[in-house]
């Protein structure tokens, strides 16, 4: 199983960007999908998650209105959209995929990190 995690560069704040996971190995359409991202010096902390068949998605409170994450079902990639980036948003960003669901330990406290597979990271620098 692979997820590959791209689309990560530097913008101004206010911009956009928008990142992919790939994945070989596994459907995603049958996964649970989080995003995380990882400042320098900071913990992991997941940021949405969208359920198996895309029927939930799950923000944390510091992107939502702003972040959305959709799933291309005929390329095997989820991606997350990210409008009105903010300096602290400036982090390294990964892809999870879990065989269950969007597990509730992840929605209570977004530091939960017990997704089943990880990809690499894409880094997402945000200039004030």
């Known amino acids: 199983v692979q997820l590959q995690a791209s689309g990560g560069g530097l913008v101004q704040a206010g911009g956009s960007l928008r990142l992919s996971c790939a994945a070989s190995?596994?459907?995603?359409?049958?996964?649970?999908i989080g995003w995380f991202r990882q400042a320098s010096g900071k913990e992991r902390e997941g940021v949405l998650c969208i359920s198996t068949t895309g029927g939930s998605t799950y923000y944390q409170d510091s992107v939502k209105g702003r972040f959305t994450i959709f799933k291309d079902n005929t390329k095997n990639t989820v991606y997350l959209q990210m409008n009105s980036l903010k300096p602290e948003d400036t982090a390294v960003y990964y892809c999870?995929?879990?065989?269950?669901?969007?597990?509730?330990?992840?929605?209570?406290?977004?530091?939960?990190?017990?997704?089943?597979?990880w990809g690499k990271g894409t880094l997402v620098t945000v200039s004030s």
């Open positions: 190995g596994i459907t995603l359409d049958n996964y649970a």
């Open positions: 999870a995929a879990d065989p269950t669901t969007c597990k509730e330990e992840l929605l209570v406290d977004w530091t939960y990190v017990g997704m089943d597979y």
